[in-house]
């Protein structure tokens, strides 16, 4: 098992940037992929960003295309989500989440486990 702990989320005014951060411990980081899901209130949990085990592979939205970007480092077992030009409509729970998937998994049933998730609100 891994657990996971989101960190890095906040308030920030639009055109803004957050990094989020997750630390996991546990089992090998290296052995996961990792994902990224966001909440906002009233919708449904949605993919947002993955990386594969290496760190060679990624996923994302178009919704955040140019925008964010992740990146991972194995020796620290934490995964990055880096959050440029922000909208208020990114505004959101934000949860990070590993897989024993190969590959870069972009539904939530492909991930085992989760963190409690970080807010990020943006304002406009």
């Known amino acids: 098992q891994v657990q996971l702990v989101e960190s890095g989320g906040g308030l920030v005014q639009a055109g803004g940037s957050l990094r989020l951060s997750c630390a996991a411990s546990?089992?090998?980081?290296?052995?996961?992929?990792m994902g990224w899901f966001r909440q906002a209130p009233g919708k449904e949990r949605e993919f947002v960003f993955g990386i594969s085990r290496s760190g060679g592979g990624t996923n994302y939205a178009d919704s955040v295309k140019g925008r964010f970007t992740i990146s991972r480092d194995n020796t620290k077992n934490t995964v990055y989500l880096q959050m440029n030009s922000l909208k208020p409509e990114d505004t959101a729970v934000y949860y990070c989440?590993?897989?024993?998937?190969?590959?870069?998994?972009?539904?939530?049933?492909?991930?085992?486990?989760w963190g409690q998730g970080t807010q990020v609100t943006v304002s406009s």
């Open positions: 546990g089992r090998a980081f290296s052995s996961y992929s």
């Open positions: 989440a590993a897989s024993d998937r190969i590959g870069v998994p972009t539904r939530q049933y492909q991930y085992a486990y």
